[in-house]
């Protein structure tokens, strides 16, 4: 399987995970192959950093099967200076990532202007590669509704709305800077921004969406229960909405399913830290999905087989662990982190 985006730590932040400890669980869950985000400590937003990262997969285990993000400032040199790296190091350097809302790591590029201004600067480079865009509008967060000992209060700070308008501004943006690569809309948690994406491809845009396992099994009533840490960027949803997002999944009107692996330490997420350990989700999802009667076919274009199509990776064999042993991996996998958001779900499993 692939897993199109993972948070694996290290470097800055070897005590929520090493390179090796993620390659290691990720094994044992049958992803084969990942693609890095640049919210790293330091950030993968210069040539120094990503060629000193990807040395320090391959000595953790990994070469070709270890793809990154180079992360997007608002420097038009640093954006410039990325298209020619997705170039230098094709297949390595995967695309280019956005955060057009702060999250782990305030990388976020949060106005109106500084985003177009990225897609300007991109369309003029001739980029044609991926961007991947985490949408959330800044201006549309409520902080003020965030209750620290309710984690569910989280999807009150950041409601949908944030999202679906952050999804509008990147399609209109692109379209206004005649950008000609691919759109992909990161961990998509709302059914109305999957309508404007839908919309989108129909006028020919060039846009594909993913999910994670966290938005599609688990709802914002499971955050209120602290013990199980379940407070991520963007936060969960209501029941109804994860409802039509595990729909539009098993229907396959979404492109493909990525963990948004994003481990912390339990001091952490106590103190309000955003994200998740996801690997063991992704199996669980997998099962819910085959008990759903997901045909083999839409499976494997889920967990790689799409991912690899639109990135140029080849035709690739997707291999799935087998039906019978996917809810005790999922276990053995929860237990190498030190909490478990998707225990709810595994106990109705």
């Known amino acids: 399987m692939i897993d199109a985006h993972v948070h694996l730590r290290d470097w800055g932040q070897r005590e929520k995970e090493t390179l090796a400890h993620g390659f290691a669980v990720a094994k044992l869950c049958g992803v ?7 919210n790293t400590v330091p950030p993968l937003t210069s040539e120094q950093e990503i060629l000193r990262r990807l040395e320090d997969a391959k000595a953790a285990g990994l070469k070709n099967s270890y793809h990154l993000y180079a992360g997007l400032t608002g420097d038009s040199q640093q954006i410039a200076s990325m298209v020619e790296l997705t170039k230098k190091l094709k297949g390595q350097v995967i695309g280019l990532k956005l955060f057009a809302g702060h999250s782990t790591g305030n990388m976020g590029l949060v106005t109106e202007q500084q985003q ?8 003029a480079s001739q980029y044609e590669g991926v961007v991947a ?10 902080p003020d509704l965030e209750d620290p000992t309710d984690f569910s209060t989280h999807s009150l700070a950041r409601p949908s ?4 308008q952050s999804v509008a501004d990147q399609l209109e943006f692109c379209r206004d800077a005649g950008f000609k690569g691919t759109l992909h809309i990161c961990h998509l948690s709302s ?20 999910v994670t396992p966290h938005h599609v099994l688990l709802s914002s009533e499971v955050a209120k229960d602290q013990s ?4 991520m960027n963007p936060p969960l949803r209501s029941e109804a909405e994860r ?15 990525e963990t948004d692996h994003a481990p912390h330490t339990l001091q952490d997420k106590r103190n309000g830290a955003c994200g998740i350990p996801g690997f063991s989700g992704l199996l669980l999802l997998v099962k819910v999905l085959l008990d759903n009667d997901c045909s ?7 967990v790689g087989g799409r991912v690899s199509q639109v990135f140029g990776l080849g035709k690739k064999d997707i291999f799935i662990p087998a039906y019978e042993n996917l809810l005790e991996l999922s276990s053995q996998a929860a237990k190498m982190y030190v909490f478990d958001p998707f225990l709810t779900v595994r106990q109705k499993c």
């Open 116 to 123: 177009r201004k990225v897609y300007e600067e991109l369309a």
């Open 191 to 210: 059914p109305e921004a999957l309508d404007l994406i839908e919309e989108a491809k129909r006028r020919g845009q060039k846009v594909t969406c993913a």
């Open 243 to 257: 409802k039509q997002l595990f729909s539009a999944l098993l229907s396959g009107r979404i492109d493909w399913i």
């Open 133 to 142: 865009v985490h949408c959330e509008k800044e201006s549309l967060l409520l």
């Open 161 to 164: 709305k944030a999202e679906v």
């Open 228 to 231: 199980l840490y379940a407070k």
């Open 296 to 302: 083999p076919t839409l499976l494997k274009l889920l």
């Open 32 to 38: 084969e192959e990942f693609f890095d985000m640049p």
